[in-house]
């Protein structure tokens, strides 16, 4: 899923949230990185060993995103022969650990990808990342590349820390167009117009959404965007950066997960939803593609999962729309949530900090920029050329991420790993009516605290 086509590879985020790595793998992710190499490159230890003065990147792409990355190395390094950029190629999940050993051990790459957020926010407190702020912002073409709202991830109390450098990936409502003219429906842009449209459905015996609910976090979706448009982006945000007086047991909180629950409560998804899976054995997507189901909160990765699995679908029915506002909410239709892009940082211990810093710049350069988005993906980039897109979904997407106001990601990847497995299995009890909003609220502030209390 690398290549942010699914959410394993993207974060993860992928498609499940939180990973686990046992003391085996952990062995393993030691012992065995998974090494790739651009041209002239012999082994994967050269980075260091043998090409002292080679800048070395860690990285998790693969497929058309890993060429189009050796590609941009390749042009960089023939402009600078003296400092060339050598790849590493790592598996996603592993990837994070062996990352976290490595800066702990100050062994880390020149550059290392990461997806900005409360983890790479601990590696800034740790003094273990370089402050791009006075590069980027001395260089006003680099610095007003990107769109503000992804950049975002990416900085911490007014400093750069990080840069996009792929695709952005924001969580929307996908929908069946052609169910959507069958009955007359309009696309919804506040809550209640959304519930009219899943009674209106019900009405004619259409399961309004399908749900994977057996990997949790397309239920955490609803529940994150719903408290972002009650509370704004800053009802999570400030529990994340421990804010005074920040908590999930608040009214934003018990609202938004009531709202969830609601759904849940109202039939809205499919018989059994807790037991279908993403893309895998009992698929939830499937029923999406098949037409028994109108809609499916989900990324806008599912787009080419579906031309390789739904072409017809994809081409023909498959449209998206913001998640609706809540009317009187702080939030607004233009705030996303998702995966803004990966992120490239540089190394505090590195020993080529000028050379790296110069190949940051050719992030999503207007080159690499424009082969994105030939390919199916929208960088988060100002200024695209859209006169050659021809697909009304693309864009649709690069307006959806112009337009918007804020740009959040997961709680799986904005929280730490501990917390966001405990916002996966509280999202679960939820949706399962195991437990009510005001527990789901109360439970994870009370493990919000323990946690932050036991991890000064």
């Known amino acids: ?80 022969p003296s400092t060339p950029v050598q790849y590493v190629w790592y598996q996603a999940d592993p990837y994070k650990t062996k990352l976290a050993i490595s800066v702990g051990a100050h062994h880390a790459p020149d550059i290392f990808m990461g997806w900005g957020g409360g983890v790479l926010q601990s590696y800034v407190k740790s003094g273990a990342v370089v402050d791009l702020t006075s590069a980027i912002k001395g260089d006003p073409s680099w610095y007003n590349r990107y769109q503000p709202s992804v950049l975002a991830a990416a900085t911490f109390n007014g400093h750069v820390y990080g840069v996009p450098y792929n695709e952005s990936q924001p969580e929307v409502v996908i929908y069946n167009k052609a169910i959507f003219a069958q009955y007359h429906l309009s696309v919804p842009t506040t809550w209640p117009q959304l519930l009219q449209v899943t009674k209106t459905l019900q009405s004619h015996n259409v399961i309004p959404f399908a749900m994977a609910g057996k990997v949790i976090w397309p239920e955490m979706i609803i529940v994150q965007y719903l408290a972002n448009r009650i509370a704004g982006p800053t009802a999570l945000s400030a529990i994340a950066q421990q804010k005074p007086g920040a908590s999930f047991n608040t009214p934003a909180w018990i609202k938004a997960a009531q709202m969830a629950q609601d759904l849940a409560k109202q039939n809205a998804f499919e018989n059994g939803f807790a037991g ?135 709680v799986d990847q904005l929280m730490p790993p501990q917390l966001a497995q405990d916002f996966l299995d509280l999202t679960s009890s939820l949706f399962a009516l195991s437990i009510t909003s005001q527990q789901f609220a109360s439970q994870m502030q009370a493990k919000t605290v323990a946690y932050y209390a036991s991890h000064h």
């Open 1 to 80: 899923m690398n290549n942010c086509t699914t959410k394993a590879q993207s974060t993860h985020r992928s498609p499940v949230r939180a990973v686990l790595v046992s003391a085996l793998a952990l062995t393993a992710i030691l012992l065995s990185p998974l090494a790739g190499h651009p041209a002239g490159a012999s082994t994967h230890a050269a980075s260091r060993v043998s090409a002292p003065a080679a800048v070395t990147v860690w990285d998790i792409q693969t497929g058309t995103e890993q060429n189009h990355l050796l590609a941009m190395a390749a042009a960089f390094n023939k402009a600078h």
């Open 276 to 410: 279908f899976d993403y893309h895998a054995g009992a698929d939830a997507a499937q029923l999406l593609y098949a037409g028994r189901t109108a809609m499916m909160f989900m990324g806008v990765w599912e787009f080419r999962l579906a031309q390789d699995d739904a072409p017809q679908f994809a081409a023909k029915n498959m449209g998206f729309f913001p998640v609706p506002a809540v009317p009187g909410g702080k939030g607004s239709i233009h705030d996303l949530v998702g995966n803004p892009a990966n992120y490239y940082s540089v190394s505090a211990d590195s020993p080529h900090k000028a050379a790296a810093i110069a190949y940051l710049k050719e992030a999503l350069n207007p080159t690499f920029s424009q082969q994105l988005l030939t390919g199916g993906s929208v960088p988060p980039v100002q200024g695209l050329d859209l006169s050659r897109v021809h697909d009304p979904l693309l864009t649709q997407q690069v307006n959806l991420l112009k337009a918007s106001s804020s740009f959040q990601q997961p």
